[in-house]
């Protein structure tokens, strides 16, 4: 029989037919007392528990320095940390059993918003953490106590979710470790995300932003949370296209049309910025997580254009679409036509890229995991369709690399 904090040996085969004799007892595994003590007295004065379990030593963050606890095992390394994570179990949630398991799934999701956070940062559980870092309650002060007990790049970029720790102090801080170990992040929807989360307002430097740009030039996915998060505002300028001067005076009067307004912000230099750096990317992807995130950029910025949430899983069923909306005279662009009759190819091109997310490819990358030129060639008839619209858009003739 099994209990916290301490192990009964299984009873002894021989006598187990014969109730009156009595069990054979080993002796029982527990913490020292010494151990013991020196625990209690860490736990009732630390906010935040880690273990070191190859030097044996159980941290305590404290208002002061940080506290310690060398233990003193008297069984198996393994078996002596078990206790000690049952006695902070204990101790944290009146439970011996830590972490549950099962919850895991969906603390990862961020589902931790009615429980009591603090307590789990007492258990010395990676996965407890984790749950605190997603969790829709995660104050600044939270946040501190996380990284003081498990400073990686996945905690931060959970963290950086929040905006109360972006605007927090720990924003800054999260997001200057973030950016030294984007060299090292080897997965590219990584390190997209972290790009994304970095370039919140205020979290980096305008110097270390041009930095990260130009390790684009080297893996253009670097673009991507460029184009997440800044799109109007990316550090390779371009021109605006020719016309967008008249344009602009063709639609004076259409100042609150949001298909007027989408229209002059990708005629603007910053939308051809937009679309430039976007056929970069497509043009030379060499990862599914790149196309997608690619993809879905395009479908945020062009949003504005969407009466509905519905999705095309072939570039021919969305062209057909956009056909029946076009020969419907789609009211919603019927002011910016009146105005500007030559307008209707830039309509069409804008309301192709406003629907091509990532449920074009879905189909086609459920059935490869092809990467590189292979990938490229698989995707051809979605890109192909989107790069042209593009192009259009920039007032330029389709180039297919």
């Not at 254009?305 to 570039?315: A, C």
Request: net charge negative; proline share 8%; with cysteine.
């Amino acid at each position: 029989m099994q209990t916290a904090g301490q192990f009964q040996l299984p009873p002894n085969p021989a006598t187990m037919h014969d109730s009156t004799v009595p069990q054979a007892i080993g002796p029982l595994m527990e913490l020292r007392a010494e151990d013991t003590l020196k625990l209690n007295v860490l736990l009732a004065n630390a906010q935040a528990i880690r273990i070191n379990e190859q030097t044996m030593c159980v941290y305590g963050m404290t208002d002061g320095d940080d506290a310690r606890v060398e233990l003193s095992p008297n069984c198996p390394p393994e078996k002596y940390l078990r206790l000690v994570r049952e006695m902070l179990s204990t101790n944290a949630l009146g439970s011996p059993r830590g972490y549950p398991v099962y919850l895991r799934r969906w603390t990862r999701m961020g589902d931790m918003r009615n429980k009591r956070l603090e307590p789990l940062l007492m258990l010395a559980e990676d996965e407890a953490v984790i749950a605190v870092a997603r969790a829709a309650g995660l104050t600044d002060e939270l946040a501190a106590r996380i990284w003081w007990t498990l400073p990686t790049a996945e905690v931060g970029r959970y963290m950086l979710e929040h905006p109360g720790v972006v605007h927090g102090v720990m924003g800054p801080i999260l997001a200057a470790y973030l950016t030294e170990y984007l060299p090292f992040e080897e997965v590219p929807a990584n390190l997209i995300n972290t790009v994304r989360l970095i370039l919140q307002p205020g979290l980096i430097s305008d110097a270390q932003r041009r930095e990260i740009w130009r390790r684009g030039a080297q893996k253009n996915h670097y673009y991507v949370g460029f184009l997440q998060t800044m799109p109007d505002d990316l550090p390779d300028p371009q021109p605006a296209r020719a016309d967008y001067q008249s344009v602009t005076g063709a639609l004076r009067a259409l100042t609150d049309d949001p298909v007027a307004k989408q229209l002059l912000r990708v005629l603007s230099a910053p939308g051809q910025a937009f679309l430039h750096t976007c056929e970069r990317v497509l043009c030379k992807s060499l990862d599914q997580d790149v196309v997608v995130e690619l993809l879905d950029a395009m479908y945020h910025y062009f949003a504005p254009l969407r009466t509905d949430d519905r999705e095309f899983d072939s570039v021919t069923e969305l062209e057909q679409y956009i056909d029946r909306v076009v020969q419907a005279h789609d009211p919603r662009g019927a002011p910016v036509r009146r105005s500007l009759p030559e307008s209707a190819t830039d309509l069409r091109d804008m309301l192709l890229l406003a629907h091509s997310g990532e449920p074009l490819v879905r189909p086609i990358f459920a059935r490869t995991d092809a990467i590189g030129s292979l990938m490229r060639k698989k995707i051809a008839p979605v890109t192909n369709a989107v790069l042209a619209a593009s192009a259009r858009l920039r007032g330029k003739s389709l180039s297919l690399p």
